[in-house]
């Protein structure tokens, strides 16, 4: 497979993947079957797009809402 270019501030987007593959190993971590994905390609149109999913217990519903809010956090 051919590299990927992603365009944006290197640091910024280091802390995104790096806090979603955090977030993502404490869903699992107690897990005996935990399973973790990453996933990277371009679509059709030449986008970049990544997957990050896991077999953790997922977010609550009634907290969804709120993921993208800027520091918000369900840890202590």
């Given at each position: ?10 640091g ?19 897990k ?14 030449g ?12 977010i ?9 809010d ?7």
């Amino acid at each position: 497979h051919l590299p990927i270019t992603v365009t944006g501030y290197a640091g910024l987007l280091n802390i995104v993947w790096m806090n979603l593959l955090v977030n993502a190993m404490h869903a699992v971590e107690k897990k005996p079957d935990g399973l973790l994905t990453l996933r990277c390609w371009q679509d059709a149109h030449g986008a970049t797009m990544v997957q990050v999913q896991d077999n953790g217990c997922g977010i609550p519903a009634e907290i969804r809402h709120r993921i993208f809010d800027p520091g918000f956090t369900t840890k202590g």
